[in-house]
């Protein structure tokens, strides 16, 4: 059996706050039909992931970020 590597937790790693007004990093966490991706594909820690599935919906709702794809 092959072991998956295990990823890291961007923000854990590089001892970052999750930002609604940080759009640039949001995008890296959504696909692209604007879908939130899930920890499991992206690494993100499950507390992480919970602030950086308010920080998107914050985002949507202000308008940084749309709500559907182009």
Not at 19 to 46: E, H, Q, S, W
Request: net charge positive; aromatic share 10%; proline share 1%.
């Amino acid at each position: 059996m092959n072991k998956q590597k295990t990823k890291e937790c961007y923000f854990c790693v590089n001892n970052l706050e999750v930002d609604y007004k940080d759009t640039r990093t949001l995008r890296r966490f959504i696909n692209f039909y604007m879908k939130i991706l899930p920890g499991k594909r992206t690494g993100v820690c499950a507390w992480h992931q919970r602030k950086l599935a308010t920080a998107i919906k914050r985002s949507r709702v202000m308008a940084l970020l749309s709500a559907t794809h182009k």
